[in-house]
């Protein structure tokens, strides 16, 4: 039997070959070019220089200082508005005890005339065993219904009066809540600045910290410096003033001398006399206003100088620890002048002079928002509470941009 042909076609095999190689060449510079791309897309920051870290911790901490005199002003406020709401809810009781005793007593009437009943009066009159004493519990009748009349009268004018102080107690209670909130605003507000400030310090390695200590020595001999100068220039324009003031002194008794020649020995001596005690009183004038202020400065200096070395403490006020406006306020309380709580007020108080004409006692504020403050204590140096973390001390007054002064009495 012939053997049948398969109709089948043979297989023809077909090599595929996988390019291996290529892919992963392929795969590697694709890595390659995003990491350029990653590297040029973020780049790593440049490191601030120590001057500029400075600048910026020395702008939060002045931030921070006017925050304070925010939280300051909000809590004298709130102090103030907790007393007046605490006297409104105690008149509020006592109005509310009266209203209760005046309801009691028409109470009672109204129970006397519910046993006694209602009866026309021409059948009393003719029921009466006696029309007299008819006519004169009449009278009585009147005088009791009266008395009724007032009873209600003085019901509806407590019951008035205890409304409108309940009203009253309302919205202070409002303005209480409303004031409070903002305390607690200043004091977060206080608190970040702060923290971004020890946040910058604190990355600072021990050769900046170094760098940023040697910059605060430079600052501070700059602005000893400008004390310096000044103080150089108020005892000169002092010693002019006195050689001046010497000069007319002289010329006065001169002119003295020669008037008592002129008019006789005997006029001489009176008019002498005369003269003295007038130029005496003259000075003794300028000397008594100027002593007297003298006098109140000396007090607040000594408690400032004995303040020295104690922390600064936003929103303090002693006898631990102080803020700026603290310790001016405390000062000057022991001279018996009472200052309000924050520079923004402070600075309001007295008479405004110029930085030329400080004296001893003198408050000088700093800064375009008058965030900051300082106690004069004479040749261009002050007495003050600077900062977070540093102590009360002396300072020169032109370690911070001066805005203004005041002599507060």
């Not at 020669?258 to 300028?286: A, I, L, M």
Request: glycine letters at 8%.
């Amino acid at each position: 039997m012939p053997v049948l042909a398969s109709h089948r076609k043979p297989r023809t095999k077909v090599r595929t070959t996988t390019p291996a190689v290529g892919f992963t060449t392929a795969a590697l510079a694709s890595v390659t070019l995003l990491s350029t791309q990653s590297a040029t897309a973020a780049p790593v920051e440049p490191k601030p220089a120590i001057e500029d870290v400075q600048k910026k911790v020395d702008e939060l901490y002045r931030q921070a200082g006017s925050a304070t005199q925010q939280y300051n002003r909000a809590k004298a406020a709130s102090t103030a508005q907790r007393a007046k709401v605490d006297t409104l809810l105690s008149d509020v009781a006592k109005r509310t005890e009266k209203i209760n005793e005046a309801r009691r007593e028409l109470g009672a009437f109204a129970a006397e005339q519910y046993r006694t009943g209602g009866i026309a009066p021409t059948a009393t009159f003719f029921l009466a065993d006696d029309p007299q004493a008819y006519f004169d519990q009449s009278r009585l009748m009147s005088r009791s219904t009266e008395r009724q009349q007032k009873a209600v009268d003085d019901f509806r004018t407590q019951q008035a009066a205890a409304s409108k102080k309940r009203a009253e107690a309302v919205q202070s209670l409002e303005l209480l809540t409303e004031t409070q909130t903002t305390l607690r605003s200043s004091k977060q507000k206080v608190q970040n600045k702060l923290t971004e400030a020890r946040s910058l310090l604190a990355k600072l390695t021990a050769e900046e910290k170094a760098r940023l200590a040697e910059l605060e020595r430079e600052k501070e001999a700059e602005a000893k410096e400008k004390a310096e100068k000044l103080a150089r220039r108020q005892a000169a324009e002092a010693k002019e003033r006195e050689e001046r003031e010497e000069a007319e002194k002289k010329a006065r008794e001169e002119a003295a001398k020669e008037s008592g020649g002129d008019s006789g020995s005997g006029s001489g001596s009176g008019t002498g006399t005369g003269t003295s005690p007038g130029s005496g009183t003259g000075t003794g004038t300028g000397t008594g206003t100027d002593g007297s202020y003298a006098a109140k400065a000396e007090k607040v200096l000594a408690f400032a100088r004995a303040q020295i070395g104690k922390p600064y403490v936003w929103g303090a006020s002693g006898p631990a620890s102080y803020d700026c406006s603290g310790l001016t306020q405390a000062a000057w309380r022991e001279a018996g002048v009472t200052l309000p709580r924050t520079t923004w007020d402070q600075v309001k108080v007295g008479t405004r002079v110029a930085t030329s004409d400080l004296q001893p006692g003198d408050l000088v504020f700093f800064y375009d928002d008058i965030s900051h403050v300082g106690i004069y204590k004479g040749d261009g140096m002050m007495i003050h509470a600077p900062k977070p973390g540093a102590n009360v001390r002396e300072e020169s007054i032109y370690y911070m941009p001066i805005y203004g002064s005041v002599r507060p009495a």
